[in-house]
C-alpha cells in the first residue's frame, strides 16, 4: 500500500515544482505587466534576433586558446556547457576547433546589431564534413538554452476573447461595453472564460502594439534611462503588426471607438521558449524548390467561429512555413547552393529589406540567416552571372577540415568511441586522426617565404608538417636554430594558403569516412576490443576505393605528400614506438621520472662545472665538486660527440638562448632539451630491452593461455604490469595485442 502513497506524492511534488516555475517564470502576462517588465530592462526586452544570438555568444562566455599557429577567441556557446559530458572532455555535439569560424560569426552578429538588423546571410562554406552543420546545431542548441533562464526569457502575444457567460453583450462590441471594461485584462482569465484565442504565428513582439511614433519615444526615453550603450534596433523602432494582428487591432479599435485600453484587455503576453524540436526560432531546411513561407484564410477555420462576429467578417490570414517558425531566432539553409537559383533568388529582396512578399501581405523577418555549402558548389557559383548581386548579401566562413590530429582525435573520442560496444584501446582514434590529417597536408611554396624560411620549409614533409601543426614541433633533423626559425613561422606556414583556390584543408579525408573506418574496425572478429591495428587494416581498405574519392586520386609528390602508402607506414611506425614506450614504463623497470631527474641533475653539475663552482650535497652537507662520473655515463647515453668541454659548453649556450626566449620561465630539462630527453629513454631502454621483451611474452601467456608455464613470480610481475598499463588505457586484452604485436614487430630478434 505504500507504493501508491509514495507514487502520489511524487507526482504531487513535481506537480507543485511545475506550478512554480510556472509562476516564477512570469509565463502570462497582461500588456501593462509587460511593460512594467520592460521598463526594468528596456534593452533585454526589446531585442531582435541578431542582438538576442550575440548576447547569448556573451552570455555563456569566451575564453582564450593557445594553437602552435596562433592565440585565438573561442566561444563557450560552442562547448555546449549546460549539457552532461559524461566523463568525456567535451560533450558530444560540441564543436572541435574552428576558432577562427566561431571569430567570423561573433564579428557578423556584431555587424548585424551595429546596422539595426541582420541584413547578410552568413554562409559557412567548406569540403563535405567539416563541421558546418555542427556550427549552426550548436548555435541553435545555445539560443534554445539561453531562452530558458531569466537573461534570455522572450515574449510574444495573442489575443484572447472572453465567454458570453463571462461578460454580457457581444465581446465588448455592443454597445453595453461598460461591463466588459469592469475587468482591467482578459490575459489571465481560465480556459473556460475564455471563447477564442488567436495565436500570432510570426510572434510579433508586444511593443508592436504601441504606434510607431509613441513607441520610439518610448524606447529612446527607456534607455537613455538606463545608459545603453547602444541605440534600439531598427527592427524594434519601426516593426509593425503582422497582417492578422493588425486586422484585429483595427477591427476592435472600432467596435471600441478609439478606446485603445479597451483593445489591450485583449492581450495576452506569453513566454515562448526556442525549441529545435518543435520548430520555434530555430529551424534547420534542405534543398527544396519553393519560397520558405506561404500563407492561409484562418477564417474558413472551424475551430475559430466563436470569434466576433465583427472579426467573422474580416479576412484574416496567417503565415507559415520555415521564415516565419524561425522568427526571433535562427534560420539554417542547409546546403544552400544545391537548390536552382530561381529557388532562393528572393533572398536577394528579402536579406535586404527585411521581408519576404506573400500574396496578400509582406512577411517580416526577424532571424539570422546561416547557409551552409559545399566548395564545389561555390565555386559553380562564383561562375554565375548573379553572383555579383548576391555576393553584398552574403558573409561568406570558410570551414575547412582540421589540420592538427589533436582536435581530429577529439573528435573521434567524442563523437565517436562512446558509441563503440567495445573497449576502446589506446591509439585507434588516434591512427584514424593521424591519417585524415596526413591527407590534407599541402607542399609549402618556398616561393612565399623571406629567403631565411624558405629552404627549411621546403624540406617539410608532410608528416612533418602535421607534426608542426599539432605540437610546435620542428623536425629532429633540423639543426636548433633551424627549428628555432620554423616553429617562429607556423602561423606563416598555416596561413599561406588561405588565398589558393584549392587551400589546404579543402581537399582530403572526410571526418565521416574515418568515422565508417571506427565503426568497421569495431566488428573486427579478430580482436575483442576497438584495436588501432584494425583501425589501420580499415584505413587500408578504405585506400583501395580509389574512384570513390578525390584525395586518393591526386599524385604523390616529393615530401610524401598525398602518399597513402607512406602514410599507412607512418602509422604503423608510430603505433609500434608508442607502445613499446608504454610496456617499458608499465614495466617497472625504469621509472618515467628516473631519466627526466637524471638530465636535470646532468645541468645542474654542467653548469657548475663550466662556472668552476661547487656543489652544496644535501646528504653529506658539504659543497663537492661536480660528479665527472655522472657526467661523462649521461654523455655516454646521450651519445653525444666531441670533447666533454665542447659538448657541455654547447648545453650551458642552450639554456641561456632557451632563457632568452622565454624570460621569466623556469629553466627544466626536459623542456629544453627533449631531443636528449629522448635519446636518454632511449639508450636506457635499449639496456633493458631483453627484459621488458620476455615481460611481453609473459603477458600473452597469461591472457591467451591462462599463463600456461609461467611461474609464480612471472606470473605477478606480468599482472602487474597490466595493471600499471591500464593508466595508459589498456584492458587485459588490448595489452595482450599490444604485446603480442611488440613481440612481432619489435622484439622478434630477441624472443
Known amino acids: 500500500m505504500s507504493e501508491p502513497r509514495d507514487a502520489a506524492s511524487q507526482v504531487r511534488a513535481i506537480a507543485d515544482n511545475v506550478e512554480q516555475r510556472f509562476r516564477t517564470g512570469r509565463r502570462v502576462l497582461a500588456f501593462t505587466e509587460f511593460l512594467e517588465l520592460f521598463d526594468g530592462d528596456p534593452v533585454a526586452y526589446s531585442r531582435d534576433a541578431s542582438r538576442y544570438l550575440r548576447d547569448a555568444f556573451d ?60 541584413n547578410r546571410l552568413i554562409l559557412l562554406h567548406g569540403p563535405n564534413g567539416s563541421a558546418k552543420s555542427t556550427i549552426a546545431a550548436c548555435i541553435m542548441a545555445g539560443l534554445e538554452n539561453y531562452s530558458t533562464i531569466d537573461e534570455g526569457a522572450l515574449y510574444r502575444f495573442l489575443w484572447v476573447f472572453p465567454s458570453q457567460k463571462t461578460i454580457r453583450g457581444n465581446l465588448g462590441f455592443a454597445p453595453e461595453k461598460a461591463k466588459a471594461q469592469a475587468s482591467a485584462s482578459y490575459a489571465h482569465l481560465s480556459d473556460e472564460d475564455i471563447d477564442a484565442k488567436l495565436l500570432v504565428e510570426v510572434r510579433d513582439h508586444p511593443l508592436f502594439l504601441v504606434p510607431v511614433p509613441d513607441r520610439q519615444k518610448l524606447l529612446e526615453a527607456a534607455f537613455k534611462r538606463v545608459g545603453a550603450s547602444e541605440p534600439p534596433n531598427e527592427w524594434i523602432m519601426r516593426g509593425q503588426l503582422s497582417h492578422k494582428s493588425q486586422q484585429v487591432f483595427e477591427a476592435l479599435l472600432s467596435s471600441y471607438d478609439g478606446s485603445y485600453i479597451d483593445v489591450l484587455k485583449h492581450v495576452q503576453v506569453e513566454r515562448y521558449f526556442i525549441s529545435r524540436r518543435y520548430r520555434v526560432g530555430a529551424v534547420t531546411i534542405g534543398p527544396q524548390l519553393s519560397v520558405d513561407a506561404a500563407e492561409r484564410q484562418v477564417t474558413m477555420d472551424h475551430s475559430l467561429q466563436s470569434l466576433p462576429a465583427s472579426l467573422q467578417a474580416v479576412t484574416l490570414y496567417e503565415a507559415k512555413g520555415e521564415l516565419v517558425d524561425s522568427a526571433g531566432g535562427v534560420l539554417e539553409f542547409s546546403d544552400l547552393l544545391k537548390r536552382p537559383l530561381d529557388a532562393f533568388k528572393y533572398l536577394q529582396l528579402s536579406v535586404e529589406t527585411g521581408e519576404v512578399a506573400l500574396t496578400s501581405q509582406n512577411v517580416q523577418l526577424n532571424a539570422v540567416m546561416i547557409g551552409s555549402a559545399n566548395e564545389l558548389h561555390v565555386d559553380a557559383f562564383r561562375e554565375h552571372t548573379e553572383f555579383a548581386s548576391f555576393r553584398g548579401r552574403l558573409e561568406l566562413a570558410r570551414v575547412p577540415y582540421l589540420r592538427s590530429y589533436e582536435q581530429e582525435r577529439l573528435i573521434y573520442s567524442t563523437q565517436v568511441a562512446p558509441h563503440v560496444r567495445r573497449h576502446v584501446a589506446p591509439h585507434a582514434t588516434e591512427m584514424a586522426a593521424l591519417f585524415a590529417v596526413f591527407t590534407r597536408m599541402r607542399k609549402p611554396n618556398p616561393d612565399r617565404y623571406a629567403r631565411a624560411i624558405s629552404a627549411i620549409v621546403s624540406t617539410l614533409t608532410a608528416i ?86 578525390d584525395w586518393l586520386q591526386e599524385e604523390a609528390i616529393p615530401g610524401g605528400y598525398h602518399d597513402v602508402k607512406t602514410f599507412r607506414e607512418t602509422l604503423q611506425t608510430r603505433l609500434y614506438a608508442a607502445s613499446e614506450y608504454e610496456l617499458y614504463v608499465a614495466s617497472g623497470v625504469i621509472q618515467e621520472e628516473q631519466y627526466v631527474e637524471l638530465l636535470d641533475l646532468y645541468v645542474q653539475h654542467v653548469s657548475a ?9 644535501r646528504l653529506t652537507r658539504q659543497y663537492e665538486d661536480a660528479d665527472e662520473k655522472m657526467m661523462t655515463e ?19 649556450s642552450a639554456i641561456a638562448a632557451w632563457a632568452l626566449d622565454h624570460p621569466g620561465q623556469k629553466v627544466e630539462a626536459a623542456n629544453v632539451f ?78
Not at 67 to 90: A, M
Not at 470 to 496: M, N, T
Not at 609 to 617: A, C, D, G, Q
Not at 696 to 707: E, N, T
Open 634 to 652: 649521461v654523455e655516454r647515453l646521450l651519445d653525444s660527440r666531441g670533447e666533454s668541454s665542447d659538448v657541455r659548453g654547447r648545453f650551458i
Open 59 to 118: 552570455h555563456y562566455g569566451k575564453s582564450t586558446v593557445r594553437h602552435p599557429w596562433g592565440e585565438f577567441t573561442r566561444f563557450n556557446v560552442f562547448d555546449l556547457p549546460w549539457e552532461p559530458s559524461k566523463g568525456q572532455s567535451v560533450p558530444r555535439g560540441a564543436l572541435i576547433g574552428q576558432e577562427h569560424v566561431q571569430d567570423e560569426i561573433y564579428r557578423a552578429l556584431s555587424n548585424f546589431v551595429r546596422e539595426g538588423r541582420p
Open 609 to 617: 662545472w663550466v662556472k668552476k663552482e661547487r656543489l652544496f650535497n
Open 674 to 751: 627533449p631531443l636528449y630527453l629522448r635519446r636518454m629513454r632511449e639508450a636506457i631502454f635499449a639496456d633493458r630491452r631483453p627484459a621488458v621483451a620476455m615481460l611481453a611474452r609473459d603477458i600473452v601467456l597469461l591472457v591467451r593461455d591462462d599463463g600456461s608455464g609461467l611461474d609464480a613470480e612471472r606470473r605477478r610481475e606480468a599482472e602487474a604490469t597490466i595493471e600499471r598499463m591500464g593508466r595508459f588505457g589498456y584492458c587485459r586484452d588490448c595489452a595482450s595485442d599490444a604485446s603480442s604485436m611488440l613481440l612481432r614487430k619489435r622484439f622478434s630478434d630477441v624472443v
Open 464 to 549: 612533418e608538417k602535421a607534426d608542426l601543426y599539432a605540437q610546435g614541433k620542428a623536425p629532429e633533423r633540423l639543426d636548433a636554430e633551424s627549428q628555432k626559425l620554423l616553429r617562429s613561422a607556423i602561423k606563416e606556414v598555416w596561413d599561406e594558403s588561405d588565398s589558393y583556390p584549392i587551400y589546404e584543408g579543402r581537399v582530403g579525408a572526410s571526418p565521416r569516412e574515418m568515422r565508417a573506418a571506427l565503426l568497421d574496425a569495431a566488428q573486427s572478429t579478430i580482436f575483442k576490443c576497438l584495436n588501432p591495428l584494425a583501425v589501420i587494416d580499415e584505413i587500408e581498405a578504405l585506400c583501395q576505393r580509389k574512384n570513390e574519392f
